[in-house]
């Protein structure tokens, strides 16, 4: 069965750092178009970085210069990441990933990412 489940949220302030983990279980042995994904109060759901299977990388424009996304393996699963730096009030919401484009009715627990100005 096809889960996400991500981890690594937290409270930082401005200018500060932090790094999400997604696992993935996915289908056996299969590279996937990935994304993170975020959704801040009162707004609907927007893409904020995508990875294709041949890593080749996408940011949305607002966090382009701060924020990597990368593959690799996190407590023994597949995994993705998102670097996130320089960190800005407006980055504040629970972040997911998923597919690209997204499996929806997968959608994980998501993590809560929030930064105090």
């Known amino acids: 069965q096809v889960q996400f489940v991500e981890s690594g949220g937290g409270l930082v302030q401005a200018g500060g750092s932090l790094r999400l983990a997604c696992k993935t279980y996915?289908?056996?042995?299969?590279?996937?178009?990935m994304a993170w994904y975020r959704q801040a109060p009162g707004n609907e759901r927007e893409l904020v970085a995508e990875?294709?299977?041949?890593?080749?990388?996408?940011?949305t424009d607002s966090v382009k210069g701060r924020f990597t996304i990368s593959r690799g393996w996190h407590e023994n699963a597949h995994a993705i990441f998102l670097q996130m730096n320089n960190l800005k009030h407006e980055d504040t919401a629970v972040y997911y990933c998923?597919?690209?484009?997204?499996?929806?009715?997968?959608w994980g627990p998501g993590t809560q990412v929030t930064v105090s100005s």
């Open positions: 990875i294709d299977i041949e890593d080749l990388r996408n940011y």
């Open positions: 998923n597919e690209d484009p997204p499996l929806q009715d997968h």
């Open positions: 996915q289908r056996a042995f299969r590279v996937e178009p």
